[in-house]
């Protein structure tokens, strides 16, 4: 199979008009160049623009090369020659000599014709031309030597040079987020006051407490909500469950309300006397017998005593294990702060930020930063990650890391976010543009085709690109 590139080589300025012996303007090029190549075959041509050699003894060695690192060869020499310097030739045969040809200088010469075909050698593929110009007078001695480069040879299959669609994601109006935890405090049986030392409450109160100091000690938020909501196990009497979750949750209350002083009311409080929904919870994923039917019990409208005593009396292994082993974590109190963040436009503060408080950020702003940096750079790859890290839900954050993913090349990452970037159009033409790098036209086609319809300005743009590299 014959494969045809057109490239244009310009020849450098001034270093043809340093030869005092070929006129011709600085900036010329080497016209009409054709390389082409099959798979055991190079073939080269076009013309080079020369003027005539001054002097009729003067003479000019012109010898194309090509050459690739330690791997080089000749492409054959052309004597350009006065006309004293012609016959002398002539007389001395020199035309005969294996790959040199004989020219002589004259005032209608333009070119220099080159059209060589050399065996294909692997290394040729990305060679670099250049043509040597030796100058030589009337006993053949040296007068000056000169090397002008042409160019690259770019033999390597054309590929899919994408371009990527961003989505600008809408600015949040108000930013509000929300930090959520659970504290497992034990009390003693039947109380309600919190005993900071007893068991294992000095870890439990301190993760309470780092929670709320993450909000109040960061300069950029506001606390707008803060509220708890404590839950009793389903053993024991429901009026006394009752009692106990309503007490021990106002406990909780009072011990935050002491340490940070809020204003009255401003903790929310609720409560649940028995956590059914957690014990449902953990026999879904549970291998216990009658697995099945407990969970049948549970969903069931029985009160909640005759509930519980049902449960004791119909399964007594598995209660007697649910109450040692599971019940203890039913009985938790829940808290949740809600704060407002500020907004952020500096760029270099929205950086700082993705590094330390990435979740004070919006999916904007992420993207104006991101939009502001070096395509490819290392903050830049870390801004769309993190951004879609922060909000794993958003097919805009996706389409964007499955982008930047391509970009720098890691198709496995692009391909996680693609599947988490939805059906719209932009994901659409942006699959395309992954099959596409794949190496799968016939896919890329169809959803280029499909982006098209959908009406994505760069869609025919791709669909003619992958016309030309799948010849």
């Known amino acids: 199979m014959m494969k045809k590139i057109l490239i244009s080589m310009i020849l450098g300025a001034g270093a043809v008009s340093a030869f005092a012996s070929v006129q011709a303007a600085s900036g010329t090029k080497l016209k009409n160049v054709g390389v082409e190549r099959t798979e055991n075959t190079l073939y080269l041509n076009g013309e080079v623009p020369l003027g005539r050699v001054d002097g009729s003894n003067r003479e000019v060695w012109v010898t194309p090369v090509l050459r690739n690192g330690n791997d080089s060869i000749e492409l054959g020499t052309t004597v350009i020659a006065g006309r004293n310097r012609y016959y002398q030739a002539l007389r001395h045969d020199l035309e005969k000599r294996e790959g040199v040809a004989l020219v002589r200088s004259g005032a209608n010469m333009k070119s220099l014709p080159l059209a060589v075909q050399v065996p294909y050698q692997k290394w040729m593929g990305g060679a670099e031309m250049h043509v040597r110009y030796e100058t030589k007078g009337c006993c053949s001695d040296d007068l000056g030597r000169e090397i002008v480069p042409l160019g690259r040879l770019d033999l390597e299959p054309k590929k899919f040079e994408p371009v990527f669609n961003w989505i600008a994601p809408t600015a949040e109006a108000v930013k509000i987020r929300e930090l959520k935890g659970q504290a497992f405090i034990d009390f003693p049986v039947n109380k309600t006051v919190i005993y900071p030392d007893y068991r294992g409450n000095q870890g439990e ?150 590094r330390t408080r990435p979740q004070n950020l919006s999916l904007q702003e992420f993207f104006v930063a991101a939009r502001s940096l070096e395509p490819g750079s290392d903050d830049y790859n870390e801004l769309f990650e993190t951004a879609v890290r922060m909000f794993p839900e958003s097919e805009v954050a996706n389409l964007n890391a499955a982008n930047a993913a391509m970009m720098r090349g890691d198709m496995v990452g692009a391909k996680r976010y693609l599947d988490c970037a939805g059906e719209g159009a932009e994901a659409t033409y942006a699959r395309g543009v992954y099959h596409a790098l794949e190496g799968d036209y016939d896919a890329a086609n169809r959803y280029f085709q499909r982006a098209a319809r959908m009406k994505v300005a760069d869609a025919p743009a791709a669909l003619e690109q992958l016309k030309e590299v799948a010849e």
């Open 205 to 354: 109160l301190a993760k309470i407490r780092a929670t709320i100091d993450t909000v109040i000690n960061d300069k950029d938020v506001e606390i707008t909500a803060l509220s708890i909501k404590g839950f009793a196990s389903p053993e024991g009497p429901w009026n006394n469950n009752v009692r106990l979750a309503k007490g021990r949750t106002a406990a909780l209350k009072s011990y935050v309300e002491t340490l940070y002083h809020f204003s009255p009311d401003f903790i929310q409080t609720s409560y649940d006397p028995e956590d059914w929904g957690g014990l449902r919870a953990y026999m879904v994923k549970s291998n216990m017998a009658d697995k099945q039917a407990i969970i049948a019990l549970i969903d069931s409208d029985m009160e909640p005593d005759a509930k519980n005593s049902k449960l004791q009396r119909d399964f007594p292994d598995a209660y007697r294990f649910l109450l040692a082993n599971v019940y203890p974590a039913l009985r938790h109190s829940d808290y949740r702060i809600e704060y407002r963040v500020r907004a952020f436009s500096d760029v270099n503060e929205i950086i700082a930020l993705s």
